[in-house]
């Protein structure tokens, strides 16, 4: 099983600033992986997969980068709705497919 | 518009069994693989189970394999899962997920989720 280890485990950042999230794996993964933000109280929404690829009606603001074991997402310009808990997830070793412990996006 | 919406989460004792319910609209269910997702209360993503677009590849996580089973019906657009023998650490919202393509296992789509209590 791949283990996806992220980091900070909690992240704070001023609305305006770029934040940059880090994911790394314990065996390469290619491209295969995915980043999701999750707010409280809802589900997971897709936001980046391939890597870099971002999901349908994600703003420009956000991007990912890496391949094989590092991985990072990059949100360029924080707004006020990106404050959220953010989770990578790997597809290419599978089953299972395995997801990072997560990112807390906090405003400064 | 795509929707999943999930049913039949409540709270259970141990040793017991749920079934879950995740009825889709707004694409089309038979071409999808669909999974199961559960989140531990304050905790991570655990994948749980997936299975094919025609219901005839079913996988599973280790923590559920033997205790739980995933089905579903392409003439109903709904998606379900049979949890038996209940643990204490099956405690969790379950989210139904759309996997995004054939073959591909991330997630466009995901339910509002069910949360499952198994008491002691």
């Known amino acids: 099983e791949i283990v996806m280890t992220q980091s900070p485990a909690t992240l704070s950042v001023s609305p305006g600033e770029r934040a940059t999230l880090s994911c790394r794996a314990s065996?390469?993964?290619?491209?295969?992986l995915a980043w999701y933000q999750q707010k409280p109280g809802q589900a997971p929404r897709l936001v980046i997969y391939g890597a870099s690829t971002r999901a349908t009606g994600i703003p420009a603001r956000f991007s990912g980068s890496g391949s094989g074991t590092e991985f990072a997402l990059t949100i360029s310009s924080l707004q006020s709705d990106d404050f959220a808990v953010y989770y990578c997830q790997q597809y290419d070793n599978r089953p299972p497919v395995t997801f990072g412990q997560g990112t807390r996006l906090e405003i400064k | 518009q795509v929707q999943l919406v999930e049913s039949g989460g409540g709270v259970v004792q141990a040793g017991r069994s749920l079934r879950l319910s995740c009825a889709a609209s707004g694409f089309t269910f038979s071409r999808h693989g669909m999974h199961w997702v559960r989140q531990a209360p304050g905790k991570g993503l655990e994948w749980v189970a997936v299975i094919g677009d025609d219901g005839s590849v079913d996988v599973y996580a280790d923590s559920v394999k033997g205790r739980f089973t995933v089905s579903r019906d392409n003439s109903q657009n709904t998606l379900y899962l049979e949890m038996n023998r209940l643990r204490t650490d099956d405690t969790a919202v379950y989210f139904c997920?759309?996997?995004?393509?054939?073959?591909?296992?991330?997630?466009?789509?995901w339910g509002q989720g069910t949360l499952v209590t198994v008491s002691s």
């Open positions: 997920a759309r996997e995004h393509s054939l073959d591909n296992w991330f997630f466009d789509w």
């Open positions: 065996q390469s993964v290619s491209s295969n």
